[in-house]
């Protein structure tokens, strides 16, 4: 079984700091790759950031580069979005997702229910 839990959003104002976590278990994070993604009301499904033990891959959007950060902890199969200087357009549902191999769009055939990460004042 392959399951992934994300926890950790909540309601934070603009420019504060918030760290999601995503808890995967029934595989090993050796053979996946783990992304990040998000989605408002309204509008598309976003990557925003993806690692991969496979090829040392990380992956950033452009709008989370500089300001958020990705890490991996195997031993516990525990991934972090480290989540600084927050604007409100970073609000949205986060996701992890978790797909065999190396990062990559596309083709993450596992998902977690998604915790709510507001950024208001």
């Known amino acids: 079984q392959v399951q992934l839990v994300e926890s950790g959003g909540g309601l934070v104002q603009p420019g504060g700091s918030l760290t999601l976590s995503c808890a995967a278990s029934?595989?090993?994070?050796?053979?996946?790759?783990i992304g990040w993604f998000r989605q408002a009301p309204g509008k598309e499904r976003e990557a925003v950031s993806c690692i991969s033990k496979t090829d040392g891959s990380v992956y950033y959007e452009e709008s989370a580069t500089g300001r958020f950060t990705i890490s991996r902890d195997t031993a516990k199969k525990m991934v972090y979005l480290q989540m600084n200087s927050l604007k409100v357009e970073d609000t949205a549902v986060y996701y992890c997702?978790?797909?065999?191999?190396?990062?990559?769009?596309?083709?993450?055939?596992?998902w977690g229910q998604g915790t709510q990460v507001t950024v208001s004042s």
């Open positions: 997702a978790a797909r065999r191999g190396s990062c990559w769009m596309a083709d993450y055939g596992h």
């Open positions: 029934g595989f090993s994070l050796d053979y996946y790759a």
